[in-house]
């Protein structure tokens, strides 16, 4: 797919962590483009994380649900809409064990709705037109130590109701491609971090505790594995895969990064003691081992090979630096977390769910 198109693209969930990424990626490099950020605004979308390009006059903000069919018709034909990153979704693992029929309903029912949305609205005018999913490795379910990472053939196995209903988004999103010939690319990744990321996943919620004095939970014995990635690097990935990916491939994105939970916390407080100027390692006191999450997946770990053959990509940030940075921003940006962690948005009970 050119860029040097006139694209009108709806991002769904751009008032997240991953899609204001996206959004501000896409609102610089492609001046040419209109970019809508089409949004909920739920606990966790929130527009300060795009104060810095709200009024770039190729941005729009539109207030609204996934799973609003009438509305995404009315959107998609009256803005003359070609192109779709879907981002919008309930992300934490932890609030699908919760809430798992917000999950499914938001995911599955949100995603569908826009494929039907799609279907309708470009009616067969393929030509031009693009949808990208943006989804995630843990659809492939859970790896020992010394298995080979994911790729794009290993079959997908859901362990958590997050990652079965991101499964379920998945199987839509390539029925409605082979189906009506919908033309759809997907994209599988793992962990992100960086700036924005809402404080109740892993390493944002380590970096505000380390700061406030609060204990660090790690679920079990902290030996699970994740493969962590700049969020970045991450929105340079789905620019690759929306311009110049197969229709109706898959492409797995990772960090190939590997870190053990608890080595990875006490990397954290190393940083962070190091940029408040308390001695370091003196905040490992914090770390408190907590019952297991429920159903929790061993080690997570992306084979990224196809897309650096095929597309060129490849990870820039070195984790040391990006983590760096992602420190000073979370010490930084303590009035963002006092906004987005106030109101509606509830702490997840570790004691009610989490299994001893
Ligand atoms: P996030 O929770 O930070 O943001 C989700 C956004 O979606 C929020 O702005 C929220 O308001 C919006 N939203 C939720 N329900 C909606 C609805 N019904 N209609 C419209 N908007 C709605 O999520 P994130 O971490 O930025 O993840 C974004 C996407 O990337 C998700 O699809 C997730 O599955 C996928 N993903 C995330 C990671 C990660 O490490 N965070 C890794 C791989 C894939
Ligand atoms: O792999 C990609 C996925 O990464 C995305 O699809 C999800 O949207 C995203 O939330 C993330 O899922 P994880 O469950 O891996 O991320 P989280 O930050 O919640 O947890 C990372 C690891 O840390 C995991 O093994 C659980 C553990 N953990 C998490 C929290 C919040 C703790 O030990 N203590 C905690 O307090």
Redesign the pocket.
């Known amino acids: 797919m050119a860029d040097d198109l006139q694209r009108c693209v709806l991002v769904t969930g751009g008032a997240g962590f991953i899609g204001s990424h996206v959004v501000r990626h896409f609102i610089r490099r492609y001046p040419h483009y209109r970019i809508i950020n089409y949004d909920k605004l739920t606990y966790a979308g929130s527009l300060s994380n795009l104060a810095d390009v709200q009024d770039a006059p190729n941005y729009s903000f539109v207030h609204g649900d996934i799973c609003d069919l009438d509305t995404l018709r009315f959107l998609l034909r009256e803005r003359g809409i070609n192109a779709i990153i879907h981002l919008a979704a309930e992300?934490?693992?932890?609030r699908s064990i919760q809430t798992p029929l917000l999950f499914a309903h938001t995911n599955v029912i949100g995603t569908l709705s826009l494929l039907q949305a799609a279907c309708e609205c470009w009616d067969g005018q393929w030509e031009g037109k693009r949808f990208l999913h943006v989804s995630?490795?843990?659809v492939y379910g859970s790896l020992k130590p010394g298995d080979s990472p994911f790729n794009e053939t290993t079959a997908y196995s859901p362990h958590s109701p997050?990652s079965a209903s991101k499964a379920s988004s998945d199987h839509f999103v390539k029925a409605y491609h082979d189906t009506y010939g919908l033309p759809v690319v997907l994209t599988n990744?793992?962990?992100n971090y960086g700036p924005y990321q809402f404080p109740?996943?892993?390493?944002p919620?380590s970096i505000c505790n380390i700061c406030n004095n609060r204990p660090i939970?790690?679920?079990g014995n902290?030996q699970?594995v994740?493969d962590w990635l700049y969020v970045e690097d991450h929105a340079c990935a789905i620019d690759e895969v929306f311009h110049r990916g197969r229709d109706g491939a898959s492409y797995n994105i990772g960090g190939v990064n590997e870190w053990k939970?608890i080595d990875l916390v006490k990397l954290l407080i190393r940083l962070v003691d190091e940029q408040l100027g308390r001695p370091i390692g003196s905040s490992e006191r914090l770390i408190t081992y907590v019952a297991d999450?429920a159903g929790?997946d061993i080690r997570?770990a992306i084979d990224a090979g196809k897309i650096q053959r095929e597309l060129g990509w490849k990870p820039r940030r070195s984790f040391e630096s990006g983590l760096r940075d992602t420190v000073k921003w979370y010490l930084e940006h303590t009035e963002w977390v006092q906004e987005v962690t106030h109101g509606v948005y509830e702490p997840y009970d570790v004691e009610k769910y989490n299994r001893s």
């Open positions: 992300s934490h693992v932890d995630t490795d843990e997050y990744c793992s962990n109740e996943k892993l390493i919620l939970p790690i679920y902290g699970n994740r939970n999450r929790h997570y």
